[in-house]
């Protein structure tokens, strides 16, 4: 994870700018292969839907058919390996298309990061025992840092879900999201020297 994927092509951005898209290829990243009923029912889509968004995704190299499992009549869908990364809004035309689906993509993740916290908030209790629930985080630190401290800070992280990502799965291992969020407050003020 030390190095960025590459940005999205601007096709691609482009196909996966649709929110329902969105959602597909989170509970495809999060829960693992599905088909496009299994994908309707958890999303509350009809299988149609799901199905026409998936066949999209696959265009632009998104999401692939699990050839593992499935029949003729059942397709198994998945997330195709390693890391999605948008270009920098910053870096794009104030109003261009990419910059708009960029925005639209990361607001749906974030708002779909935002929905996966408190859903294990409202319902980790009666779902988890507690090998689980005292394992479970939500913290948050404050520190000092220059840009590149908290570029530093940033690839140890990286390193460190490197070398977790490695590791063999346990059979009993369940799906875990870690949430990274690092960036410079607005309203903060640089040290004076």
Known sequence: MSERAPALETAALRALAHPLRVRIL???SMYGPLTASGLGARLGESSGATS???RQLEKHGLVAEDAGRG????????RRPGSITLPAAHDQPSGSAERLATELIDAEWMRRRDETVREFRADGEQTFGPEWLDVASFDTVNLRLTAAELGELMAELDAVIARRLALPR???ARPVQLQVNAFPLVRGEADKE
Do not use: G, V
């Open 26 to 28: 989170d509970e495809l």
């Open 52 to 54: 026409y968004h998936l």
């Open 71 to 78: 029949t003729a009549r059942e397709r198994w869908w998945m």
């Open 170 to 172: 346990s059979p009993s």
